[in-house]
């Protein structure tokens, strides 16, 4: 019999019912309100038909933003060079359908994961022996090697100008349409879907809490024999792999793809997304595209000097009074709420 | 005759002119009740650090169950028996106190690198963290934040981490150092009731606790090994009492 | 011979941008290997202080080292005000918290400059002592080349000097050194860390005034360089006015050659030898301790 069965006979006492270890035992169950943001989605598609280009972009942004977080929000990868496994995605999925090497959809979103984590695999397991601002510069500089490199290469990658294609329908069956963009949406979204079920799985699990615990201390990871270097690079390989889809997703929706796959702007602007909404939440990614596309769209176009000024101003009140993101402010405002009804 | 569990041979380290350890011959047994002693700055935790691997060392060998173990990283030398205890904790203060101990335990039985099932779903873990909590007292706050907790029990759940990796060689820095004294008896009542097959080893300045736990003391002056024996030996030594404890002995 | 003519007019022209790029990173070079701050904002000081040199020389005319003297101070102050005001409060603050703050700071500077002055690029009118050409003997150069690469060479052995013989120089060493250390003698760490901000980012707006004409001003400097920036302070290792001197001229030697032979995507190589070179040696190659 195990020590701790043996344990429960002389002390009587059942752990499971102890409120902690239910908490711990229960964390991993589907809320209610977690089907709210694919509610709203499918909601989306019905209300707006005129702008699922749009909603489109918003979706990839999600998952974008959502592979950030599984190296920034639970490994606390500080990185500002994810748009290089975004555009790796992009080209590889624009490259194949350009040169009549592969024009199909979902099997050309594999190819593009693929490729982006090899180049994670490759970059992470250089790169992820330094930390600080070692790391965080190298990021940046993987990424403008590989942009500098599209560039130079740009008899086969089209350079600034970029490749235009077509993609085969899905499925055989539905069709992208530039005009109407249903196709684009139900496949993005169900593709965010599969790649959410993924990411939410793998923060479930054990090896999703040792992220947290490397993020956390990574020192004490180190000192309970956690093979932490290893945990890192298959984070950051899952990471990239993800972004890579988000990256030929793009491609695939706009049927086009350029250096600005590549840039840095790119890589900044997804990781205020991701800050906007809150890291480390898994539903930071959603609110975060959303009210940064929103704003943007609407700001941007009109007023854009005055759209990055706020950007500025929003960050800099970010980083000093609201780290955690729209989440965390829901966060603490709700514990408060709580500990005002505890105390009535 | 116990078993030695672990040993160093002509274990150095040197930090440029400055020699932190000097050729240590040291042996912890089985079942070990060994305190080591020594003013500060006489290379203690340094020594430490060279046992647990967070150190490489300058010269000499450390031996686990006889075999050499100089090569390996802590993370594999933890995986191999030997645990420790930080100076100051090193905890995931974030997190809750059950959590902090399930994340040792989950380490220790190889899970932690499954991707697919929930965390939630391995009560073998959480079970055994609880009954660890319940046997430190630590069950009733197991759902608090490790940062809420004063510094007397999150030294506990330190040790409640350490114990969780179920270490044959368990070394313990200071761990009563910084509680307030009226907290710090449950830190040495914990330390009191460790498995019996442990070789312990705890650093301390307390000489009442170092009578209290120790069988064996060993006094370490300036990187080197200056005396060693039973308490009362070493409380008996006039020249450790010079160096160390000073005219007013222990009565 | 033409060749060697060539040759040295090609590294004479790195060695300048090398210079104006040794200029603008000295100060951050400095204040990241004291505070460990992140601070990505440091070229938005340099565009800053930029502005106010060219504009004070086109639209006020003023003299060339009366607006260069103006650049600096005014720089400084701001740095000054923002630093007691709001990077004093993320000192104790994760990397992360710093890296949104900078960045949220160079997109309130870029839209600022656009709003205040406008979009286009500003051209620095050259002192007529200064424009024209030298004769090196060897060759003709472009006076104002040479008057780069003088100064920031006289720049950095007067820095190099201020550190090792000032009593502030010795705090600072001290405090990069070993902070709580230098605390517990007394030395006043709060006070040390804004002298040296302002003193850091007075030379970038220095830098990138006297460098408006290689790298150009316009209100998109602050990003467009940044990388440069990170990499010769990276490379040369953080607090080392040598190491980001040596870092940042080769940096410039190279930008220019590969700019010059390889114009599309030439750069990938420099990007290539910085991640060579800070796996090789994450610190720098004179930085102290790791990162």
């Known amino acids: 019999m195990s020590d701790v069965a043996a344990a429960k006979l002389v002390t009587g006492v059942d752990f499971a019912a102890h409120p902690a270890a239910r908490a711990l035992m229960r964390r991993h169950r589907i809320r209610w309100w977690e089907l709210i943001p694919w509610l709203a989605a499918i909601a989306y598609y019905f209300a707006f038909p005129h702008y699922l280009g749009f909603g489109s972009e918003l979706l990839i942004t999600v998952l974008f933003a959502l592979s950030l977080d599984l190296a920034l929000g639970y490994a606390g990868i500080i990185t500002l060079g994810h748009a290089a496994f975004f555009g790796t995605g992009a080209y590889t999925v624009g490259m194949l359908a350009y040169y009549g090497i592969w024009i199909e959809p979902i099997v050309g979103l594999m190819c593009a994961a693929l490729a982006a984590a090899v180049i994670g695999f490759a970059s992470g397991f250089v790169l992820l022996r330094t930390k600080g601002l070692t790391l965080l510069m190298l990021t940046l500089c993987v990424t403008a090697l590989l942009e500098q490199g599209a560039n130079m290469a740009r008899d086969i990658t089209g350079g600034f100008d970029g490749l235009n294609f077509t993609i085969a329908p899905v499925f055989g069956r539905f069709e992208f349409n530039p005009l109407f963009a249903n196709t684009q949406y139900l496949y993005t979204l169900g593709v965010l879907l599969v790649c959410f079920a993924f990411v939410r799985t793998l923060v479930y699990s054990p090896f999703g809490q040792s992220l947290t615990g490397i993020r956390e201390n990574i020192l004490r990871m180190h000192a309970i024999g956690s093979p932490v270097k290893l945990r890192l690079i298959i984070c950051y390989t899952l990471s990239a792999a993800l972004a890579g889809i988000a990256g030929g997703l793009s491609a695939q929706t706009n049927d086009y793809v350029n250096l600005a796959t590549l840039s840095l702007d790119r890589s900044a602007t997804v990781l205020i997304v991701l800050i906007l909404g809150g890291y480390g939440r898994l539903y930071g990614a959603f609110i975060g595209a959303v009210v940064y596309l929103v704003l943007e769209h609407f700001l941007a176009q009109v007023y854009p000097t005055a759209w990055q000024l706020g950007l500025g101003l929003l960050l800099v009140l970010i980083a000093l009074f609201a780290r955690n993101g729209i989440l965390g402010l829901g966060e603490m405002l709700w514990r408060r709420y709580e500990a005002r009804r505890a105390a009535a | 005759m116990s078993e030695t569990r672990l040993e160093t041979q002509a274990l150095s380290r040197q930090f440029g002119a400055l020699r932190a350890v000097q050729q240590i011959d040291f042996k912890l047994d089985a079942g070990a009740r060994h305190a080591l002693i020594g003013p500060n700055g006489a290379g203690k935790t340094t020594f430490i650090n060279l046992l647990t691997g967070v150190l490489p060392p300058s010269e000499g060998r450390v031996l686990l169950g006889g075999r050499d173990i100089t090569a390996t990283t802590q993370a594999e030398r933890v995986k191999l028996g030997i645990a420790r205890t930080f100076q100051i904790n090193r905890l995931f203060r974030g997190l809750s106190v059950l959590e902090n101990v399930c994340m040792a335990v989950t380490e220790r039985l190889g899970a932690a690198g499954s991707m697919i099932y929930p965390a939630g779903r391995r009560s073998d873990v959480i079970d055994e963290a609880m009954e660890l909590l319940q046997t430190l007292k630590l069950a009733d706050v197991a759902r608090h934040r490790v940062s809420e907790l004063p510094y007397g029990r999150q030294r506990l759940v330190e040790l409640a981490i350490t114990i969780g990796l179920k270490p044959e060689v368990l070394l313990l820095d200071e761990p009563a150092a910084g509680v307030p004294s009226a907290e710090s008896h449950i830190i040495l009542d914990a330390v009191e009731r460790l498995p019996a097959h442990i070789a312990v080893l705890i650093i301390e300045h307390d000489m009442d606790v170092v009578f209290r736990f120790a069988k064996r003391v060993t006094v370490m002056v300036s990187g080197a090994i200056f005396a060693e024996g039973t308490p009362r030996e070493i409380e008996a030594n006039s020249q450790v009492r010079e160096v160390y404890l000073g005219q007013s002995g222990h009565a | ?291």
């Open chain 3, 1 to 291: 011979m033409d060749v060697v003519g060539n040759i040295a007019g090609i590294v004479l022209g790195g060695l300048s941008a090398g210079t104006v790029l040794f200029i603008v990173s000295v100060g951050l070079s400095v204040t990241m290997g004291l505070m460990g701050f992140v601070n990505l904002a440091h070229g938005a000081f340099a565009m800053f202080g930029g502005y106010v040199i060219v504009l004070g020389m086109n639209r006020a005319h003023i003299g060339f080292v009366p607006a260069l003297a103006l650049g600096f101070v005014t720089t400084a102050a701001l740095s000054v005000v923002l630093e007691r005001l709001l990077y004093r409060r993320l000192y104790r603050s994760g990397e992360l918290d710093q890296v949104l703050f900078t960045i949220g700071l160079i997109f309130v500077f870029i839209a600022g400059t656009i709003i205040v002055v406008g979009p286009e690029s500003q051209t620095l009118q050259l002192p007529p002592a200064l424009s024209g050409q030298l004769n090196l003997g060897l060759l003709q150069y472009r006076t104002y080349s040479i008057f780069l690469i003088v100064i920031g060479f006289l720049i950095g052995i007067s820095i190099s000097l201020a550190f090792e013989r000032t009593r502030i120089g010795a705090q600072i060493r001290a405090t990069v050194d070993n902070r709580r250390m230098a605390e517990s003698l007394g030395i006043d760490v709060d006070r040390l860390f804004t002298i040296t901000f302002a003193f850091g980012s007075g030379m970038a707006g220095l830098g990138g005034g006297l460098g408006a004409e290689f790298l150009g001003l316009d209100p998109q400097y602050a990003l467009k360089y940044l990388v440069y920036f990170l990499i010769a302070v990276s490379v040369g290792g953080l607090g080392s006015v040598i190491g980001v001197y040596y870092a940042a001229l080769l940096l410039g030697v190279l930008d220019f050659v590969l700019k010059l032979y390889l114009p599309v995507g030439g750069t990938i190589f420099i990007y290539a030898l910085t991640i060579l070179l800070l796996l090789l040696r994450p610190q720098g190659l004179f930085g102290g301790k790791e990162t």
